[in-house]
């Protein structure tokens, strides 16, 4: 009997060490690329969609074929603000993330015309739980994706800021949006961008390996309560989510990827 109890001691002992040498081996190491994307599902990610529960996505706005993210509108009538964000079930702050995307076909009807070819990486957003029914964006700080219009500048890894604000040159900056100083890439073409992100400190955003802006200390801009409680009563922002945005016209992304960083 007594070894019988030590056997099974053992064997407890032996299948803790495993789940727990397993649950390491799932964190990604500081200074290695890592895929947050399986290229088959979209397991780890859940959407947001306004007007529905989170989860919930009865028209397909995303989904994953041919080994990419699609994000498309095929079974909207029509788009009537239903803004979307897919959302990563993981809480990050200092890293790189790098994502290759596309805009292609048309824009879904009912879209506005500042959502042509407009798509979006959201950082050290609010988690997607706290997000009301009805919300169009998460607070976040917004690095914003744009495709060309066929003709003229139109440059893309942007800064928008829902809910949020950031310091650049030395001051406050309030303004909702910003352009980088990128160059604009048109028509269906890959563009990889990748976000710097350092914990409450400084965000830099490349396009294809070129940085084309950088800010500092990303914060909330106070006027939603909940949110500047649910963060300590703090405005500075040192983590938070990171989501993928749907806002009327068809994209793809086909690499989701993220070095973790020391602060």
């Known amino acids: 009997m007594k070894h019988f109890a030590k056997l099974i001691v ?12 397993t649950i390491a081996a799932e964190k990604p190491a500081p200074g290695k690329w890592v895929s947050l994307f399986n290229g088959k ?8 969609i306004r007007y529905e529960k989170l989860g919930k996505d009865k028209d397909n706005t995303f989904r994953v074929k041919d080994g990419v993210i699609q994000v498309g509108y095929e079974k909207y009538d029509e788009f009537g603000e239903r803004f ?9 702050r200092s890293y790189r993330i790098r994502v290759e995307y596309r805009f292609t076909g048309e824009q879904c009807k009912g879209g506005p015309g500042w959502a042509f070819r407009n798509s979006g990486i959201m950082v ?17 700080i917004e690095v914003q994706l744009l495709g060309g219009k066929g003709s003229g ?8 800021t829902p809910g949020t604000h950031v310091v650049m040159n ?23 961008c990748e976000v710097e992100v350092r914990a409450g400190k400084v965000i830099k955003h490349y396009i294809n390996g070129e940085k084309v802006m950088e800010y500092q200390q990303p914060q909330l801009d ?13 405005v500075l922002l040192t983590e938070g989510t990171i ?20 602060d």
């Open 41 to 48: 599902n979209l397991d780890g990610w859940t959407p947001k």
């Open 84 to 92: 979307g964000h897919l959302f990563y079930k993981d809480i990050f």
């Open 10 to 21: 053992f064997v407890i002992a032996i299948a803790w060490t495993a789940s727990t040498h």
């Open 170 to 192: 030395g001051k406050l900056f309030k303004p909702h949006c910003t352009n980088s100083k990128s160059k604009t890439y048109h028509g269906d073409q890959w563009v990889t």
């Open 124 to 140: 050290h957003g609010q988690s997607a739980k706290s997000m009301g029914k009805d919300q169009k964006f998460p607070a976040s």
């Open 222 to 234: 106070g006027g939603d309560k909940d949110l500047l409680k649910a963060n300590g009563g703090k």
């Open 153 to 160: 500048n139109r440059t893309t890894a942007n800064l928008c």
């Open 243 to 262: 989501s993928l945005q749907s806002e009327s016209h068809p994209c793809e992304f086909r690499k989701v990827e993220i070095m973790l960083l020391t």
